[in-house]
Nanobody
Framework: VQLVESGGGLVQAGGSLRLSCAAS????????MGWYRQAPGKQRELVAA???????QYAEAVKGRFTISRDNAKNTVYLQMNSLKPEDTAVYYC???????????????WGQGTQVIVSS
């Protein structure tokens, strides 16, 4: 499975960005897609995931500000990021896992990453 992310960029604190991730290749009808991020000097962490069609998971740091959604017809997952903070600055990676998957670890396919920079 190939994943192509888009939508990153530079934004001021309090602003919004929308990330997109388009998947192609052999995609299981039931799958788990997520967004992870890695800030300089830190480990990659889960931001949000959508398991199957509607089961969503969010990191505590982004609850109430970020929303993950998917368009199954387009094999695309989105991350709407509102009220951005400087600590949200990171490279954001899209991830695909077949089935109803555990979102921990490095399993699955990964996109190339898209940079998000939030200035104060």
């Amino acid at each position: 499975v190939q994943l192509v992310e888009s939508g990153g960029g530079l934004v001021q604190a309090g602003g919004s960005l929308r990330l997109s991730c388009a998947a192609s290749g052999y995609i299981f009808k039931i799958n788990t897609m997520g967004w992870y991020r890695q800030a300089p000097g830190k480990q990659r962490e889960l931001v949000a995931a959508i398991v199957g069609s509607t089961n969503t998971q969010y990191a505590e740091a982004v609850k109430g500000r970020f929303t993950i959604s998917r368009d199954n017809a387009k094999n695309t997952v989105y991350l709407q990021m509102n009220s951005l903070k400087p600590e949200d600055t990171a490279v954001y990676y899209c991830n695909y896992r077949p089935g109803l998957a555990d979102t921990s670890g490095d399993f699955g396919s990964w996109g190339q990453g898209t940079q998000v920079i939030v200035s104060s």
